[in-house]
Structure formats: structure tokens, C-alpha cells
């Protein structure tokens, strides 16, 4: 991208604005501030400041950053009641023109076994009742949408571009006598010679797709693949749409056993490119650690990973391949451009509950869905410990501990906030730009105060802009609160090369709207000179 073009776009919906600051006055000095007239902003792209973003708070003190943690809703737990174990990944969303939300997890693995729920309200569910869909081989009960022989995958992913007119894709890995068949017949495939010469073997797989209109009714795709043998990838995969760049991920890992996460990524949902490995774990990590998967989930611009982490550390000796038993967590992840992912504060973000509860043992947040200023995490758990539960996972309904599909919320954005250590804590932001004069902060303070200042660069308050002309936001608790001054206007600052100033007691900040610019300092000597700076580079 050419930095000073002028008005760009950045893929897909997000448009990117650049815009015009008027020139400066004949016979200003260096040292002179400027005079700067309030600019005409195009339409651009309302960002979201997510305080996980470190990187924009240029001084503070006083300022602690913290992890939110996710909170288990009791009434929101499902079981199937068909089965005691789902392999599950539950997928989450509502459905307009039915007028209900709707479920699809999978139960047993080999076969693959899709099932549905449906709910009023996305937390109190009862199984879908579906007695003219006949999935193939036997039917296992009102709610059975879909069978895979012989194979296991992921969750829904539900594509929203959908360029085959089927948003939702399941992704499946299917071993063993189908594929060796297939293989068989095909003298391309890299198990051909294989099967022909010495038969069948149970680790011969195909990597398959089957998409649906409307999640209930499902066909395979013959032609799609998204594995290249010899890679063997491992389930659970996991989609998302990356909109900057126009292109669907697969987040999964490297190879069969293989516990870290790896990506490949595709044009159209079908035909996908080579794997890159993208994280492991690193010496931070306590000994013994796998990564067991990590959805993503496109948020405010940016993304959000739920990181399973796999307490696999054990005190006797291996008798396998590698450790299966132990307890499975989630830890936070993010990223600004969806390929480069960040670990945070390494804290449970979805944590196990006491024993004995759902989601003591094992949690995989798989989905997230906002609903009126509150997010909700879909995860499939389990009381038990990881492998526990794999003897019992081709049984019916019995005495074996249930999984289940579980429900935890958190307050929009409450991924981190900031808040102080003690009474009073001040930050200032690195330069900014305005580009529409609104900014709105989503912070929690019923018996606190934040008050808000706007500076230049030398951090001198403006005038009618000090934290004393400010509208305190006192004893409030608002997910968009107008951030304001009592004389004073943001359009007056459009143009303007800026820093905000926050102070705070009592307080939790979670996240800033509006639409402006991180300057960096050919940003601020351009805007100085009276150029054009180009607000679409490096917009985040």
C-alpha cells in the first residue's frame, strides 16, 4: 500500500478514510502550535480501543491491567438426551425467520453424529424434533440431522460470504475403509499404491466437507478437500472469516497427535493452501502443556482466540504415544489483523468450575455470540478428565459422568479492562487523530469516577477541554457513555494532532468507540505541514 494515497479502502467492508488537514498560517514558526481548521472526514470504519491494546497507552500511572474472566450460567447448560458423551463443539446462533435460536453439535465420533437444539432464548434449550430427516445409516433420535461414517471433525462454521449459496460447512476427517476405498479407485492419491497393494489400514483418512442452507439438511461435498496427505491433521478444526483480507482460516493442528496450532487459509471455503504453524507452547508454559485447539472468533475489527490449554503433565511414565489424561481449560488470545495472535495475561479466561459441576473437569469454548450488550460462550465439557470419558463415548444414555453444552457470559468487550491499584490511577494516550467527532468509552463505575482531559502533544490540557470542563461519568455503568465536555465540542478537534488523558477511581474501563487515527511521527509532521496523511496504514 502507498502510505499518502488518499482515500483508500481496506478489504472488504472496513473502509479506510483518509482525509485533508488545511494548510498552516504564513509565518508560523517551528515551535507554533499550528492553526489547524476542522477537517471533512470521510466515511470511515468506527474502531473499538480493546485494552488488551497496551501499545496505545503512552504514560500511566497507577494503572492496573486485568483479565475478565467468564462467568458459568447454571440455567444454560445442556445434555443431549440421547447420549452421554458429545464430541460436541457446539455452534450457536439465531434464527430470524424461524424466531428462535438454534444449536448443531456432534455426539459420538465414528461415526460422526450431528445433532440439534433449539431455544427461545439461547440459554434454556430442548432437543430439535426432526422425524422426516433421514440422515444416512440408522437414525438415532428426533434430533439426529447428520451422519459421517467412520469420522470426526469440528464445529459449524458458518461462512458469511457463502459464495456456493451453503453457509454452513462442517469440516470432517473421515479414516479408515471409506477412504482407503476411495484411495483405491483413485491412482492420484497419495495412499493409492498402499491400498492396492497391501489393503486397508485405520489411518488412512480423507479430509471432507459437507455443507448445508439451513443446518438442517446437509450433503457432501465430493470435490472439496482441505487436507494434503501426508499432513494428517488432527480435530477439532476450527473457521473464521478474515474480511481484511478476504479469505476463510482453518485454525487445526500440524499433525495427528500433534497438540499445537497450526493454520491454512482459503479463497473460497473448498480448496485450501499449505499448513503454517502459528504458536506452541513456549517456556512460559508449566511443564507438560498442550495446546488442544484454538477457535477464533472475529470481534469490533478484531479477533478473538480461546486458547484450550491441556494440563497433560503426569507423574507415570508414558505407555502411548503422548499423555492423553488431564484437564482442560481456555486461556485468552487476540490479534489485530487475524494471523498474528497474541497470549495476553496467560490466565484462565473460561475456567473449571468446583468438582462434580459441568465444566469441572474439561471446557472447549467453541462459540461466541453477542446479545444485547452481553457476549455468550458456548463450550462443550465435561466433569471428567480429558480420555476419561473415551470408553464411554460410543455408549446411549446411562450411568457414565454427562457432558454437556455449557453457557458462560461476560459484559461487551469485558475480554481485559483497566482499573487501579489503589485510589486514583491517570493515563495518556500515544498521538491521536480525530476523524468524527464522537468518542464513546463502555466502563463500569456505580461508585466510582472517571474523568477524561484532552491535550496536545507536549501534554499541555486544551483549553475547555482540562479534566475540570469535563462531564463526569460518576456513579454510572454504561457500554457506550458520550464522552464529553461541558463547552466544548469534538468537532473542534478534528485535524488536530491530540492525546487523551483518563483518570479514574473505583472504576473498571473496558474498551473506547470512535472514529480516529494512531499517529505515528511522519503522521504528526505531515499533519503539522498541512498534508494529507494516509489514516488507512497500519490501522489498528
Aim: aromatic share 12%; net charge negative; with cysteine.
Amino acid at each position: 500500500m502507498r502510505r499518502r494515497d488518499f482515500m483508500k479502502t481496506l478489504g472488504g467492508p472496513a473502509l479506510a478514510s483518509a482525509w485533508l488537514a488545511m494548510p498552516s498560517r504564513a509565518g508560523e514558526t517551528e515551535e507554533q502550535e499550528p492553526a489547524q481548521r476542522p477537517v471533512q472526514p470521510t466515511d470511515g470504519a468506527e474502531k473499538t480501543w480493546l485494552f488488551w491494546d497496551w501499545w496505545h497507552v503512552e504514560h500511566q500511572d497507577n494503572v492496573a491491567l486485568c483479565q475478565g474472566r467468564a462467568e458459568f450460567q447454571p440455567d444454560g447448560t445442556y445434555e443431549d438426551p440421547t447420549f452421554d458423551y458429545l464430541g460436541c463443539w457446539p455452534t450457536v446462533w439465531h434464527d430470524p425467520t424461524a424466531g428462535r435460536w438454534r444449536m448443531l453439535y456432534c455426539t459420538t465420533g465414528f461415526p460422526l453424529t450431528l445433532m440439534g437444539a433449539e431455544s427461545d432464548d439461547g440459554i434454556h434449550w430442548r432437543p430439535m424434533d426432526c422425524p422426516d430427516i433421514e440422515p444416512p445409516g440408522e437414525k438415532y433420535a428426533p434430533n439426529h440431522l447428520f451422519t459421517v461414517e467412520r469420522a470426526n471433525g469440528g464445529p459449524i462454521y458458518h461462512d458469511p460470504v457463502a459464495a456456493d449459496g451453503r453457509p454452513l460447512k462442517l469440516y470432517c476427517i473421515q479414516r479408515g475403509g471409506p477412504a482407503a476405498e476411495r484411495a483405491k479407485l483413485d491412482p492420484n492419491s497419495y495412499f493409492h499404491e498402499m491400498v492396492a497393494g497391501e489393503g486397508a489400514r485405520p489411518y488412512i483418512a480423507d479430509q471432507l466437507m459437507a455443507t448445508s442452507t439451513d443446518g438442517l439438511h446437509w450433503e457432501l461435498d465430493g470435490k472439496a478437500r482441505w487436507g494434503r496427505p501426508p499432513w494428517h491433521p488432527d480435530p477439532p478444526v476450527n473457521c473464521y472469516y478474515n474480511s481484511a483480507r478476504r479469505e476463510h482460516v482453518m485454525m487445526t493442528r500440524p499433525g495427528w497427535g500433534d497438540r499445537r496450532v497450526a493454520r491454512q487459509t482459503s479463497a473460497d471455503a473448498r480448496m485450501w493452501s499449505n499448513l503454517e504453524l502459528i504458536m506452541q507452547p513456549d517456556p512460559a508454559d508449566p511443564p507438560g502443556v498442550q495446546l488442544y485447539g484454538m477457535p477464533v472468533v472475529p470481534y469490533a475489527g478484531q479477533f478473538v482466540g480461546f486458547l484450550w490449554m491441556a494440563h497433560f503433565s503426569n507423574a507415570r511414565r508414558l505407555e502411548r504415544f503422548n499423555q492423553l489424561w488431564g484437564p482442560i481449560d481456555c486461556q485468552l488470545t487476540y490479534s489485530f489483523d487475524g494471523v498474528h495472535f497474541q497470549r495476553g495475561l496467560r490466565e484462565p479466561f473460561v475456567a473449571l468450575n468446583e468438582p462434580g459441576r459441568p465444566a469441572s473437569g474439561v471446557v472447549y469454548p467453541t462459540c461466541l455470540v453477542e446479545h444485547e450488550g452481553e457476549l455468550r460462550i458456548y463450550s462443550a465439557a465435561t466433569p471428567d478428565l480429558h480420555h476419561q470419558y473415551a470408553k464411554t463415548q460410543f455408549e446411549r444414555k446411562g450411568n457414565n459422568p454427562p457432558a454437556a453444552v455449557t453457557l458462560h457470559t461476560l459484559r461487551r468487550d469485558g475480554f481485559t479492562y483497566l482499573t487501579s491499584r489503589g485510589n486514583w490511577a491517570t493515563l495518556t494516550t500515544k498521538p491521536v487523530a480525530l476523524l468524527k467527532p464522537s468518542l464513546r468509552l463502555n466502563a463500569a463505575a456505580p461508585y466510582g469516577e472517571i474523568r477524561f482531559q484532552v491535550t496536545d502533544l507536549s501534554s499541555k490540557p486544551l483549553p475547555g477541554y482540562t479534566f475540570d470542563d469535563c462531564e463526569v461519568m460518576r456513579e454510572e455503568d454504561a457500554l457506550e457513555r458520550p464522552i464529553a465536555w461541558r463547552d466544548k465540542t469534538l468537532d473542534e478537534l478534528l485535524g488536530k494532532v491530540i492525546r487523551l488523558e483518563m483518570t479514574f477511581r473505583n472504576a473498571r474501563l473496558y474498551a473506547l468507540r470512535g472514529t480516529y487515527h494512531w499517529l505515528d511521527a511522519l503522521d504528526v509532521a505531515l499533519l503539522k505541514d498541512g498534508k494529507p496523511i494516509d489514516a488507512s496504514f497500519m490501522d489498528y
